[in-house]
C-alpha cells in the first residue's frame, strides 16, 4: 500500500476545550503523521466553499456558523492507507455511533460537534489540502 495524505480539521469545539494535544496523540498513535497543521479562525466563505456539498442540507447553516465560531486546526496527515485509517481512528460521524477508543466516541459532544473532519476519499482529500495548503507548507 503506497503513502498517502488526507486532510484533517481539529473542530471549534474541540479548539476551544484544550483538546488539540490530545487528539494529535491520538493520531499519532494510530500511526498517521502530521506532515502540515495550522490553527486558524475560518472565513464564513472558506467554511461555506469547504462544506458546498452539503449546501442543501438541513444543517448547512447550522454546520458553517459552527465552523467558524471558533479556532480550528487544519492538518494534513499522511501514512499508509491514510483516509480510510483516518476515518477510522475519527469513527462514526454521530459520537453515539462511534466505536470505543475512537476520537469522536472519547471528545465528540454530538453530531454536528464531532470534534474532527476527515477526508471521505483520495480524490477529496487532495481537494481539501490544496484549499488550506500550499506544496511548500507540506513535509512530509
Ligand atoms: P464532517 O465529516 O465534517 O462532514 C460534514 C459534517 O456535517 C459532519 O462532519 C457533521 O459534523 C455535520 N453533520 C452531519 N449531519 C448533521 C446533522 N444532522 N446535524 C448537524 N450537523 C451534521
Do not use: C, W
Not at 28 to 33: F, T, Y
Amino acid at each position: 500500500m503506497a503513502i498517502q495524505r488526507t486532510f484533517s480539521i481539529i473542530k471549534p469545539d474541540a479548539t476551544e476545550r484544550n483538546l488539540t494535544g490530545a487528539i494529535n496523540a491520538v493520531i499519532e498513535e494510530s500511526g498517521l503523521r502530521i506532515v502540515a497543521q495550522k490553527r486558524i479562525l475560518m472565513a464564513r466563505r472558506e467554511a461555506e466553499a469547504f462544506y458546498a456539498v452539503h449546501k442543501e442540507r438541513p444543517f448547512f447553516g447550522e454546520l458553517v456558523d459552527f465552523m467558524i465560531s471558533a479556532p480550528v486546526v487544519v492538518q494534513v496527515l499522511e501514512g499508509e492507507n491514510a483516509v480510510l485509517r483516518y476515518r477510522d481512528v475519527m469513527g462514526a460521524t454521530n459520537p453515539a455511533n462511534a466505536a470505543e477508543g475512537t476520537i469522536r466516541k472519547r471528545f465528540a459532544r454530538s453530531i454536528g460537534e464531532n470534534s474532527v473532519h476527515g477526508s471521505d476519499s483520495p480524490e477529496n482529500a487532495a481537494i481539501e489540502i490544496a484549499q488550506f495548503f500550499s506544496g511548500n507548507e507540506i513535509v512530509g
